[in-house]
């Protein structure tokens, strides 16, 4: 089966990162999501201070005494981000166009975090053209990873290299996985498990 590279994120398996409100019962130990509804990714809102409006969540300010990186070079990384998004290579908040890019913000500005894994994001072929065409049409964003699916060439993928599956919607150029809605438990009502990482393991359950 062919997939298309949507962009990568970079992301955090710490669980002390999970929003208290999430209902995480039965998943695994590691939850891999690209759904900064149930963790933030790395940047996300808190990095920017225009669009960050609480200041009082214990989780951007976590994350913000960790960073360990001057006023200047926190600067330094929102410019690299704009520039990027002028480019066309960023979608705020959170998806490099280029492992490049990412791995170069993850080494110079989020040096004081720790466990933070760059993963690609992949959409399968049969679900391609309806994406593009759903967010051809309701998207406002100046760049989003419709523009990444978009101009993407196709892929074979090997099974080693595949984490796992997340069901996700889209909106407002964010993802909301299937685990924001705690819809894990439907999953083992019909007897399907999730893998090691709290992802769906088959395609085909995916589906």
Not at 54 to 69: E, F, G, S, T, W
Request: glycine share 4%; hydrophobic share 35%; charged share 30%.
């Amino acid at each position: 089966m062919k997939f298309y590279n949507a962009g990568y994120l970079i992301i955090s398996y710490d669980r002390e990162l999970i929003y208290k409100e999430c209902n995480i019962e039965g998943l695994s130990q590691t939850i891999l999501t690209i759904c900064n509804g149930i963790r933030p990714t790395f940047p996300d809102y808190w990095f920017f201070p225009w669009c960050n409006s609480n200041k009082n969540d214990p989780i951007a300010q976590m994350i913000n005494v960790r960073l360990k990186i001057s006023k200047e070079e926190h600067e330094s990384g929102q410019s690299f981000l704009d520039t990027l998004m002028e480019e066309k290579k960023f979608s705020w908040p959170n998806t490099f166009k280029n492992l490049g890019d990412a791995r170069f913000f993850k080494r110079n500005y989020l040096k004081g975090i720790e466990n933070l894994e760059i993963i690609s994001l992949h959409l399968s072929e049969e679900y391609r053209t309806d994406f593009l065409m759903n967010e051809r049409e309701e998207n406002d964003f100046k760049v989003s990873i419709y523009d990444f699916l978009e101009s993407s060439l196709p892929v074979d993928v090997e099974n080693d290299e595949i984490l796992g599956f997340d069901i996700c919607g889209f909106s407002n150029n964010n993802f909301y996985s299937f685990i924001h809605n705690n819809l894990q438990e439907d999953f083992e009502a019909f007897g399907k498990k999730l893998n090691d990482l709290s992802l769906v393991d088959k395609y085909e359950d995916a589906k």
